[in-house]
């Protein structure tokens, strides 16, 4: 029996387990936004790399440790650097079907939980392939070291001066590899050569000098001659943004124009780009552009995009009746996703400036995190590896020039030199909402594939 | 003794016993928007009316009883209807130097309390006037016909159908007449001649056909190619007024020019206008508008404004960290402030005009309550003996042709035909807010004024 047969027997006859070990984890709630269980997640993922025969300690992190670990094999020649995130964002105030850290399996074979797709399900699931790697005897073809944070979803604070530190050990690594559940709900398989930056920001508008009820909320029938925070916060938001969500600020690009080959990738993405299944997946009706699908995917994956998380006036909260009154301060979170070629400082300057010019000095800004974005090569060993294993397990596999989705991954290219991947088949999705999930049946192909991939990417 | 001086006295010995009975409503928490102990304060009301010697009962309202009482005199000729509400603005999302239900007082003479000055304070502060006629043997000069209501911080849903129904027996009545603690901080009192009207609203972007996450909410780094409903209601709600708070819908006036005998009185009222008294009441630096006090009062009495009461994305609290999501509705609460010659219909009717014109059809348009300004003519008997027998207690008064704040008066003047006075000197603030207080010493100019009305009005 070759090796990859070996191990692809010992991945089905412990598929059971291995489900059981992403479900147990998803069970530790670690969500980054409240600080709860993050220790507990961290130590525990310790335990399972040692259980591994893997070196793995705890580093300091801002809120959240940072696992961080090595499996030497003695024949390997490639080291890959094993990134991920153990933290999940908040479920509390969503409605779920089940609730979202009991790890309920549904009749139609979905494992629903915070984290199932992002980012638990992966994680553990490639932890499951090494296991199967020693249950089969057999080295793996790769070194691996483990860079695995919990402060992902509040924009990865600490990550940049970890990498930094170890910056001398890390930078020998061949390339860094980040899994997914890449597979959509119609099956198609999509592999992403970059992740877009993220800044979070906190908008709010607080009575003073400038007018409105500088010491309390007072009655309504004032309005018509105090100004009102909350009408400062709703013109300063509608001046950032056209209608459809394009940003309108001087000095920050609306959008990139991507060059030649990211034309190419979005051409060829477009050919099978299927609009009904795109919907279905999201939950949605129709797109807010009346466009064909290279345009539609250009808008995704080549708009900078500014969200708004929330939204706030005075202090009630939804479903409760507020007073009649004009609210001393009013707030709203929102998230920027930055195009290649957009810096964070000049971004944020940008804002301000935006701000300031249309007479909204007063209003305050505030960048809580923030980085930029980050695009791979085609080329790279490490990229085709990825596809060249993804293949083997889908016949429909599409490659995006970069990601809708944020991840600090230029810390990779940037800070390490390295470059990196990231994919995988298999099938989650309802990232960040209610009912995230993934399918229990696909990560059969996310650990061969993923298997596939170490001894591809250990062939090189 | 003249009868009036034996009620004076009456008033002084009994004063710390009256007091305590605006305490004692107060501490009977009375929340419309929750319906928290609305009928224990009403059957507390009746009972302080049967003590008087009135006829009370309770009329059934949509969520708050009407209490519902007549007190005869045997020598008065004039019926007067005393009008005022049981009801208060919340308090518990508010900060307050001491609980909003315990009506502490403070040490610089201050009774702290949710209703102390809207209209707790004034309604028993009356209930105690007639306390003191009583017991002085006097009496009263006028036969009294009680109607308070427990909605009217929620847009009185339930009075115009009981004054309907009652109108036959209530359009005897020669005039209305509703308490007001009228003193301002600075020691002004003001006296207005009419009330703007209130439209309570709610507007709602849900996704749907139209686009936007229309089945969850999803993860934001969508929002390149799905519309976001929290940008369509910033977009909506900014359509809506200029910058400064002017509405911009067609077919809805931003204000009313004063005719002649209005534009006198708002002459009248500048000539003594002091604005950093003003301020200093508000809590506030500086009005939206650089301008003389005509044009400041002006705005603040003949500006129709809409007033952002509540806003949210999501299902977020305040304070809370939200998902990093496009979340799938947004709501706000607003009032809308209407000036004489808007009608309900109309307005309601422009509003939903222009979000259909403005390409906002599929934003949500619910009004939630509504009702038309009101205003008397400063020649009517009623008024003319509040403003004579505020002035023999104040040498500080000024006349105002209309009020910021709402009530809905209008129920006295079209559908019963019957005239109304509103006001008293006395001072309270911070209606609607937090630490809204009475000044416990003001309080006997309130009851001495208000005993000099009864005579005055019932000698007219």
Known sequence: MSELRAVMSALEAGFDDYIEAIRTAIRIPSVSKTGQGLDEMAAWLVTQLQL??????????????????????????????????????????????????????????????????????????????LRAFNKAGVELPVNLVFVIEGEEEIGSPSLEPFLRKRADLLRDCDAAFIPYLGTNAAGKTIVRLGFKGLMMLKLGVRGGEWGGPAERDIHAMHSGWLASPANELVSALASLQSRDGKLSVEGIASGLDPDPDDQALLADA???????????????????????????????????????????????????????????????????????????????????????????????????????????????????????????????????????????????????????????????????????????????????????????????
């Not at 153990?86 to 409605?95: E, K, M, N, S």
């Not at 629903?112 to 994680?123: D, E, V, Y």
């Not at 596999?397 to 088949?425: K, N, R, S, W």
Request: net charge negative; proline share 7%; charged share 20%.
């Open 52 to 129: 591994l025969g893997a070196e793995a300690t705890l580093e300091e992190g801002q809120i959240a440790p940072i696992v961080f670990g090595s499996l030497r094999s003695p024949g390997a020649k490639r080291t890959l650097l094993f990134y991920d995130l153990y933290d999940v964002q908040p479920a509390d105030q969503q409605h779920w079907v089940s609730p979202p850290f009991a790890a309920e399996i549904s009749r139609d074979g979905k494992l629903i939980g915070r984290g199932a797709f992002n980012s638990k399900g992966p994680l553990i699931g490639f932890l499951n392939v």
């Open 270 to 460: 477009a050919s099978s780009f299927d609009k009904q299944a795109w919907l279905t997946e999201l939950g949605a009706r129709r797109f807010k552009y009346d466009a064909g699908p290279e345009d539609l995917l250009r808008h995704l994956l080549f708009d900078s995009t500014l969200n708004i998380d929330g939204m706030w006036v005075g202090d009630t909260p939804p479903g409760v009746e507020p007073p009649t009154h004009l609210a001393g301060h009013a707030n709203a979170v929102l998230d920027l996703r930055l195009v290649p070629g957009m810096t964070v400082e000049a971004t944020a300057n940008a804002l301000r400036r935006h701000l300031d010019l249309h007479g909204f000095g007063h209003v305050e800004l505030e960048v809580t995190s923030a980085y930029p974005a980050s695009k791979t090569s085609v080329r790279e060993p490490v990229v085709d590896a990825l596809l060249k294993s993804c293949r083997r397990h889908t016949n429909d596999l599409t490659v995006y020039p970069i990601h809708a989705g944020a991840a600090p991954m230029h810390l990779f290219t940037e800070v390490l030199g390295i470059p990196y991947a990231f994919g995988g088949v298999g099938h989650g999705a309802n990232a960040h909402a209610p009912n995230e999930y993934l399918d229990v049946a696909s990560m059969r192909d996310f650990m061969a594939a993923t298997a596939d991939f170490l001894f591809e990417f250990g062939a090189h």
